[in-house]
């Protein structure tokens, strides 16, 4: 059986050790370790643990960001309400499965900052899905689907908030579950829905 390529094998390495120990214990030399190579194979590919990170982000996780990219290229596709029920759902699960990496950032000044500064060197960050649901909603709205009036990035601010918040807010109690994502994302839709459609 072949050998994974050393870059897929870091990442996979990252993101369990991410998972597992959080990105603030994570160096490089061990995410190098767990994925059978050496620390400086390991920066041939990435430029430390901040890329590293960003780059799980976007290659493990629900792809949000491509969703969004083709919604807004073609606006009016399937009903409104089944294109933000799949939005809320691919956002829900990115929150659930990113909280467990990310935590630890804020956990850290200086770490937050560095990975603050290597996402704007890199162009990303939390504040781009957002963007992106805002177009696709400006995009709908343009189309007629959402009222003239609708505050879209309040809309898209609203959606992706409340799919942050289910992630984070249903671990801090062990006598309530969270919404399962299916159900969780189809009233969300509808009842954003409710507030901008036209």
């Known amino acids: 059986m072949q050998q994974k390529p050393a870059r897929v094998r870091i990442l996979d390495a990252a993101h369990e050790l991410m998972l597992t120990v959080g990105l603030a214990r ?3 030399k061990e995410i190098a370790k767990a994925a059978g190579c050496s620390e400086a194979a390991l920066y041939k590919h990435f430029t430390g643990k901040e890329e590293l990170f960003i780059e799980v982000l976007r290659e493990r996780l629900p792809g949000l960001t491509p969703l969004l990219s083709g ?3 073609e606006p009016g596709r399937n009903p409104l309400e089944d294109n933000l029920t799949e939005i809320a759902r691919q956002a829900a699960l990115f929150y659930e499965q990113s909280f467990p990496i990310a935590a630890s950032l804020y956990a850290e000044t200086q770490l937050k900052k560095r990975h603050d500064d290597a996402m704007r060197e890199m162009g990303s960050g939390p504040h781009l ?4 649901l805002d177009a696709y909603l400006r995009a709908e709205q343009a ?4 009222h003239p009036d609708a505050d879209t990035f309040a809309a898209a601010s609203l959606l992706l908030g409340a799919c942050a918040q289910r992630a984070f807010a249903y671990d801090a109690t062990r006598d309530v579950e969270p919404p399962q994502v299916d159900d969780f994302a189809r009233r969300l839709a509808r009842t954003l829905l409710s507030g901008i459609a036209a």
Do not use: K, S
């Open 71 to 73: 919604l807004t290229a």
């Open 143 to 146: 189309a007629g689907r959402i």
């Open 26 to 28: 994570a160096t490089t």
């Open 129 to 132: 899905p957002i963007e992106g």
